[in-house]
């Protein structure tokens, strides 16, 4: 089976500070990983992908996350958080081996950004 | 950049009647998903289309629900004799292929049911 753990349901960081958001995943097979981030009544933006390539994965708004097979976790770093990253994050698994190619979106983390 | 479009943005609808939800995927994308996200719970997989029919279903995507795509440009998802618990956001994704290609999103349907 295959899942996406996120550790934290909430994170509160203050303006300028780093953005840790935690993410483990089971697999049977070598996952590929996603970061979505979905802002109040938007819908779902792709952040960054990791599909086996490069462990450390860069994406958007500064974002970036690092692929660590010995720990199984994905999780998304910023090194200065902005107010507008105040959203909720999902990590998120697809496994193509399968067959299939839909996704498993972990439970989200909301982040609070604090001025 | 080209966006995944939804319509309507919300729909308020009573119970037992029937809603279609529409969506315009990217125009060279060849895979369309379904997602559903209940209120405080996570995003959920309901199905995906490709060459014209249904390529995985979950568990969920039971006989009350049904895909099509009518035309070359819209997706629709037809939720019949809808159920108080149908009450969700609905989320409409695309991608260009499979090899872990990423879905792009659209900003989905907030469907309402009385």
């Known amino acids: 089976a295959q899942s996406v753990t996120q550790l934290d349901s909430h994170v509160s960081v203050s303006e300028g500070t780093p953005v840790l958001l935690r993410c483990n995943y089971s697999s049977s097979y070598s996952p590929s990983l996603f970061w979505y981030v979905q802002h109040p009544n938007k819908g779902l933006q792709l952040l960054l992908k990791?599909?086996?390539?490069?462990?450390l994965v860069k994406g958007i708004n500064g974002f970036e996350a690092e692929f660590k097979k010995s720990e199984t976790s994905f999780h998304l770093t910023k090194p200065s958080a902005h107010m507008s990253d105040a959203a909720e994050y999902f990590c998120?698994?697809?496994?193509?081996?399968?067959?299939?190619?839909?996704?498993?979106f972990g439970t989200g983390t909301r982040l609070t950004v604090i001025p | 950049e080209p966006e995944v479009t939804q319509t309507p943005s919300h729909q308020v609808t009573q119970m037992g009647q029937e809603v279609i939800l529409r969506c315009v995927p990217i125009?060279?994308?060849?895979?369309f998903y379904w997602y559903r996200q209940i209120l405080g719970q996570k995003v959920e997989f309901l199905v995906s289309f490709y060459n014209n029919e249904i390529s995985e279903k979950s568990e969920i995507f039971d006989d009350q629900f049904s895909v099509e795509r009518p035309d070359g440009s819209n997706f629709t998802l037809k939720i019949r004799s809808t159920k108080l618990e149908d009450s969700a956001m609905y989320f409409c994704?695309?991608?260009?292929?499979?090899?872990?290609?990423?879905?792009?999103f659209g900003d989905g349907t907030r469907l309402s049911i009385l």
């Open positions: 998120v698994v697809i496994l193509i081996q399968t067959g299939a190619n839909n996704l498993f």
């Open positions: 125009s060279n994308h060849l895979y």
């Open positions: 994704a695309s991608s260009p292929g499979q090899e872990s290609q990423p879905q792009h």
């Open positions: 990791y599909t086996s390539a490069a462990t």
